[in-house]
Each structure stands twice: as structure tokens, then as C-alpha cells.
């Protein structure tokens, strides 16, 4: 053998070694720490958990997700999307409600009647995305939606006005339910029930299609109409979400992707679920209050009239342009 034919041989023994040392790390699994913004095993919480075991099924020799627990257990929800962008966590579930003293444009997100597959193509999901890589925030998907809030009593109202009602509330309807002269606070959600049952607060606002069953014992009103979008979301810290391969990171894609089609506001899926739990409620004695009218618009254009105002607030400098795309 000549000398170059040698060479050849040695260089080309060396890429299939090179090939073979390195094919195994390229295809290695890895596994992500997970966690959700409310209890494990709660109406709230298992769409993500969802999410985590569709991930974990198809992503074998790929990636999973170890699901670590949920808020309040291991702190509390309002921090938790935080301590995630700090490293405590690499993936979590969580509501905008929660992550709102991260970013301060994420009540949009629960703001626009647009289906997020249209939120894709104006480039409001990408704007979003734009705000939450700088606090080291990857957005992934909506991977769910419980439909609208709704407030919730155990005295009757005839009109939109909640002057002498203590609320128990999120920061995502405080603004909204003070205007028309509520007084609130905040408190936990597993709190509610003995809140609601000892007459500590005669309300509280929830979506309907996250409705705690045992509530129905300490509750008596729905009011309608619903407002705002009860949207839950996939989030990963961005350093994290970098460090994963191509494969990894379309399989979280795909996955997420799924789970916000089924998702998307008005879908039959979730009409039914509504349908379903307002069948039950009312079959255990809850019944509905609603507006109409001049009432209904008074109800809604508070609502969102203070939402929006609250976001305009928040964030001058990019408030305008999101309500262009999101309202």
C-alpha cells in the first residue's frame, strides 16, 4: 500500500470512529426538571400534566420530564415561573395570572377572543416571545384553556355592582371586580372553599371549565357572562431550552402545538366540557345570573376596560402594539 493510500485509509477509519464515539451523545436522553403552578392532580394542573406524559410517552430516548410537584406545595405559584427563568426548574405550567410580575404584558394573553394558531401569523405570539427571551423565558404553547371566567357567589346580585362583597381574588380580575366597587383579597386556592363556607368572602372569580367540584357546596350564583380567556401555557427557561437538540426541542413543539389545537377557543371539545360542568352545577342547586342588556355591556366593557387600561399602565412602550395585535 502506498503511503497516500494509507493516509486515506486512516483518515477515513478515523470519521467512522469519530462517527461512532459521537452518534450515542447526539441521541442521548435527557431529562428536564418539570413543574406546574397548581396542586398536582387538580382541574387546573392536569393539562399540563398532560402534556408532561404525552412528552414522556413519545419522547423516550429523547427526552423527559420529571414533574417535581406543584404550587403551592413547593412555593408559591407566584413565584414559581421566576424561580424557573433562575434555574430552579427547566419546564412549568402556568397560568399569565402568575407569571404577570415577570413580564408585565402578560395579561394578554387571557385578552384576545383571536385563536392562537391567528396570534402565530400577526406575530402577537412572536412579540410575546420577543419580551419573555429577555427575562430568559422560551414560550412554547398554550396547552390549555378552561374557557371564561366567570364570578362566583353565595349571595344573589340583580346588577353589576359588588359594592359590600369581599372577593377572593387572582390578579387577573382585581382591577376589574374593584370598579364596581368590590372589596377583595388574596388567598390560596385551596383556601377557597372554608373562605367561601365561614363567610369570609361571599365570591370569588375562576374559569368554568376549572371548576373545583366540592365548591358547588359552599356556592350558589354563577354570574354570566364569562369574560377573559382562562389560558394555561407551556414555558421553559431559555438557557435550558437552548442547551437541548433539534429532536428535543420539535418534540416539546409538536407536542405543545397539539395540545393548544385543542384548545383554541370556541373548539367542541371544550364547548362540551362547559356544557357538561354547567349540567352538573346546576343539577346540585347552583344557579346562573344573567346579564343582559345594558347590564351585560356595562359588565363587559369593565372587564376588559380595565384590563386593558391595567396592561396600557404596565407597559407604555409596548402596550399599544400588543392591543393592535391581540385585540
Given at each position: 500500500?502506498?503511503?497516500?493510500?494509507?493516509?486515506?485509509?486512516?483518515?477515513?477509519?478515523?470519521?467512522?470512529?469519530?462517527?461512532?464515539?459521537?452518534?450515542p451523545a447526539l441521541s442521548k436522553e435527557v431529562t428536564i426538571r418539570g413543574?406546574?403552578?397548581?396542586?398536582?392532580?387538580?382541574?387546573?394542573?392536569?393539562g399540563f400534566e398532560s402534556v408532561v406524559k404525552a412528552v414522556n410517552a413519545?419522547?423516550?430516548?429523547?427526552?423527559?420530564?420529571?414533574?417535581?410537584?406543584?404550587?403551592?406545595?413547593?412555593?408559591?405559584?407566584?413565584?414559581?415561573?421566576?424561580?424557573?427563568?433562575?434555574?430552579?426548574?427547566?419546564?412549568?405550567?402556568?397560568?399569565?395570572?402568575?407569571?404577570?410580575?415577570?413580564?408585565?404584558?402578560?395579561?394578554?394573553?387571557?385578552?384576545?377572543?383571536?385563536?392562537?394558531?391567528?396570534?402565530?401569523?400577526?406575530?402577537?405570539?412572536?412579540?410575546?416571545?420577543?419580551?419573555?427571551?429577555?427575562?430568559?423565558?422560551?414560550?412554547?404553547?398554550?396547552?390549555?384553556?378552561?374557557?371564561?371566567?366567570?364570578?362566583?357567589?353565595?349571595?344573589?346580585?340583580?346588577?353589576?355592582?359588588?359594592?359590600?362583597?369581599?372577593?377572593?381574588?387572582?390578579?387577573?380580575?382585581?382591577?376589574?371586580?374593584?370598579?364596581?366597587?368590590?372589596?377583595?383579597?388574596?388567598?390560596?386556592?385551596?383556601?377557597?372553599?372554608?373562605?367561601?363556607?365561614?363567610?369570609?368572602?361571599?365570591?370569588?372569580?375562576?374559569?368554568?371549565?376549572?371548576?373545583?367540584?366540592?365548591?358547588?357546596?359552599?356556592?350558589?350564583?354563577?354570574?354570566?357572562?364569562?369574560?377573559?380567556?382562562?389560558?394555561?401555557?407551556?414555558?421553559?427557561?431559555?438557557?435550558?431550552?437552548?442547551?437541548?437538540?433539534?429532536?428535543?426541542?420539535?418534540?416539546?413543539?409538536?407536542?405543545?402545538?397539539?395540545?393548544?389545537?385543542?384548545?383554541?377557543?370556541?373548539?367542541?371539545?371544550?364547548?362540551?366540557?362547559?356544557?357538561?360542568?354547567?349540567?352538573?352545577?346546576?343539577?346540585?342547586?347552583?344557579?346562573?345570573?344573567?346579564?343582559?342588556?345594558?347590564?351585560?355591556?356595562?359588565?363587559?366593557?369593565?372587564?376588559?376596560?380595565?384590563?386593558?387600561?391595567?396592561?396600557?399602565?404596565?407597559?407604555?412602550?409596548?402596550?399599544?402594539?400588543?392591543?393592535?395585535?391581540?385585540?
Amino acid at each position: 500500500m502506498t503511503i497516500k493510500a494509507t493516509i486515506l485509509a486512516v483518515s477515513a477509519l478515523s470519521v467512522v470512529v469519530i462517527g461512532l464515539n459521537t452518534t450515542p451523545a447526539l441521541s442521548k436522553e435527557v431529562t428536564i426538571r418539570g413543574a406546574s403552578c397548581f396542586p398536582i392532580g387538580s382541574p387546573p394542573s392536569r393539562g399540563f400534566e398532560s402534556v408532561v406524559k404525552a412528552v414522556n410517552a413519545r419522547g423516550k430516548g429523547v427526552l423527559q420530564i420529571k414533574l417535581v410537584g406543584g404550587a403551592p406545595a413547593i412555593g408559591s405559584p407566584f413565584t414559581l415561573t421566576q424561580k424557573m427563568a433562575g434555574g430552579a426548574y427547566d419546564i412549568v405550567g402556568c397560568t399569565e395570572a402568575y407569571f404577570g410580575n415577570v413580564l408585565n404584558e402578560a395579561p394578554v394573553f387571557r385578552l384576545s377572543p383571536k385563536p392562537y394558531s391567528e396570534l402565530r401569523k400577526n406575530g402577537g405570539i412572536a412579540y410575546l416571545q420577543k419580551l419573555l427571551h429577555a427575562k430568559n423565558i422560551h414560550f412554547i404553547a398554550r396547552h390549555n384553556d378552561h374557557g371564561p371566567f366567570h364570578l362566583w357567589l353565595s349571595k344573589k346580585i340583580d346588577k353589576p355592582d359588588l359594592t359590600g362583597l369581599n372577593l377572593r381574588v387572582a390578579p387577573v380580575y382585581t382591577a376589574f371586580f374593584k370598579s364596581l366597587g368590590a372589596t377583595v383579597q388574596t388567598a390560596p386556592l385551596p383556601q377557597i372553599y372554608t373562605l367561601m363556607e365561614n363567610n369570609t368572602v361571599q365570591g370569588f372569580g375562576w374559569p368554568a371549565g376549572a371548576f373545583v367540584p366540592p365548591w358547588v357546596k359552599v356556592t350558589k350564583y354563577q354570574v354570566n357572562p364569562g369574560f377573559y380567556w382562562s389560558t394555561l401555557h407551556t414555558l421553559a427557561n431559555l438557557k435550558k431550552w437552548k442547551s437541548l437538540s433539534k429532536a428535543q426541542k420539535n418534540l416539546l413543539n409538536k407536542v405543545g402545538l397539539e395540545f393548544e389545537a385543542q384548545n383554541e377557543p370556541g373548539n367542541a371539545a371544550l364547548k362540551a366540557r362547559l356544557k357538561k360542568g354547567l349540567a352538573k352545577r346546576a343539577k346540585a342547586g347552583l344557579k346562573v345570573i344573567e346579564f343582559k342588556g345594558a347590564d351585560r355591556k356595562k359588565w363587559l366593557d369593565a372587564a376588559y376596560g380595565e384590563a386593558w387600561k391595567e396592561v396600557l399602565l404596565r407597559s407604555p412602550k409596548h402596550g399599544k402594539q400588543l392591543e393592535k395585535l391581540f385585540r
